[in-house]
């Protein structure tokens, strides 16, 4: 039975950008990543060398935590590189789009199948990460039985895609297809969270799910928002969750016999001279579908724009030639923040967006910015402001389980809600926070420890 949910906690921060609902034809790029730093707790142990030939579906590289979980190449062609940062840490696994050919997986009804036969094609495709679960926010584990899967069928974040326009130009019957593999992984509910302005039918006649409605500002949208009201996930609990398209990839593999990860990506931004939704795949070249569409900002006689692999608060900053990341909808460009300004705080800021009163344009509750990446300040003191409370629609102290991360308090971790959250949820604290704390890599840090202490 599903029920409508009005959240009343967290900000709509309106940026100029939204990608029009008009959508351009796939041209492939050339150059295709597999980025392990995609999954966080991964430990890559590599399958390939550059010069080798690859197919679609074939073993880039598996968890030496869990050999099991695969990571296949999304396209077929050569390995060209593998990108290592510090300490060797494998960054990127580059290859070059040469042909169209794939790995069979074989077709299967999984409605015939039992839950062991639908992991283990998903394990050996390649598409097991694309279900996740809370707690520790990471790749699922495929030994595990969760109590429900969660699909979020709206993004509120700034600037992201518009799901509505994304599944109704996706084929439908992969979308069925994969609700019924879904729904074979559980004895729980699978859950569809939509918002209450959605307007696909597609969505809305999802069947063999329970549907919830949500309305209220971002995080609405969030995952970990929609379980914490719908499914609390209490110590010794485990929840599992799918991105919409990672659903309609699922839903090929059963009908199709093969990995094949196309998305729809939205290209968003202030800089982006005519946003716009584009076909590719998981971890395409962004070189492609922003090639002649950036605007040039020139700031003190250089160019200065960022390019994010998802939205301004969560995503990653990625180069001008980077790759979409393995669970994002939205390429996002804007200007950055390299420049001091001053006696900031003191001018009217006509232009600046703000939680508070602080500038007159609280009096232009319509107005869309371009936004920066400047943080108009340095880090300050930690102080309790009761700021944080005002954008995190979850019944939790953030302020106190972000200090009890800091001194590694495992206990006062439990008992104020680690289990639950993600990084994605305390993007808004980090975006308002007047201390200027990087807090979602404080969340990160304490479920990595989490993990490693409880597992």
């Not at 999304?74 to 794939?102: F, K, N, Q, T, W």
């Amino acid at each position: 039975m599903s029920k409508p949910i009005k959240l009343r906690k967290g900000l709509n921060i309106r940026m100029k950008g939204k990608a029009e609902k008009v959508l351009i034809p796939e041209e492939r790029p050339g150059k295709f990543a597999v980025k392990p730093v995609d999954f966080p707790g991964v430990f890559p142990k590599m399958c390939v060398k550059p010069g080798e030939e690859v197919k679609a579906g074939t073993t880039v590289f598996y968890d030496k935590k869990n050999d099991k979980i695969k990571y296949t190449a999304p396209v077929s062609g050569i390995i060209l590189d593998i990108i290592r940062g510090e300490r060797r840490r494998i960054l990127e696994v580059v290859m070059e789009a040469r042909g169209d050919d794939y790995v069979s997986f074989g077709k299967d009804d999984p409605e015939k199948l039992d839950a062991t036969a639908i992991k283990n094609k998903l394990l050996e495709s390649g598409l097991w990460p694309a279900l996740r679960q809370r707690p520790y926010h990471v790749v699922a584990n495929p030994d595990d039985t969760p109590k429900s899967i969660f699909i979020s069928g709206f993004d509120s974040a700034p600037l992201a895609a518009d799901y509505d326009f994304i599944i109704d130009h996706m084929p439908e019957e992969h979308y069925l297809t994969g609700i019924k593999t879904l729904r074979r992984l559980t004895e729980g509910n699978v859950y569809l969270s939509l918002s209450t302005e959605s307007t696909s039918n597609v969505l809305k006649k999802t069947p063999g799910v329970e549907i919830n409605y949500f309305s209220g500002p971002h995080p609405a949208g969030n995952v970990g928002i929609q379980i914490h009201h719908i499914d609390p996930v209490n110590k010794g609990d485990i929840v599992w969750y799918v991105n919409l398209q990672d659903i309609i990839s699922i839903g090929r593999l059963f009908n199709e016999g093969k990995y094949a990860p196309d998305k729809i990506v939205a290209l968003a931004g202030s800089e982006v001279e005519k946003p716009r939704y584009y076909r590719t795949r998981t971890g395409a070249s962004i070189s492609t579908i922003i090639k002649g569409n950036i605007l040039t900002v020139r700031r003190a006689s250089s160019n200065n724009v960022r390019y994010i692999s998802g939205n301004v608060l969560t995503g990653q900053k990625i180069e001008p030639d980077g790759y979409l990341g393995y669970y994002d909808s939205t390429i996002t460009v804007i200007p950055e923040g390299n420049y001091y300004e001053f006696f900031g705080w003191i001018t009217p800021g006509l232009n600046k967006f703000s939680l508070s009163r602080t500038f007159l344009t609280w009096l232009m509750p319509g107005k869309k910015y371009r936004l920066d990446t400047n943080m108009h300040g340095g880090e300050r003191a930690f102080v309790v402001t009761g700021e944080y409370e005002k954008v995190l629609p979850m019944d939790i102290y953030p302020m106190q389980l972000l200090k009890s991360i800091l001194v590694e308090d495992i206990d006062k971790m439990e008992q104020l809600g680690i289990y639950e959250v993600a990084e994605e949820d305390f993007a808004l604290c980090e975006f308002i926070c007047p201390s200027k704390i990087e807090i979602q890599s404080i969340i990160r840090k304490g479920l990595d420890l989490m993990a490693k202490e409880m597992s």
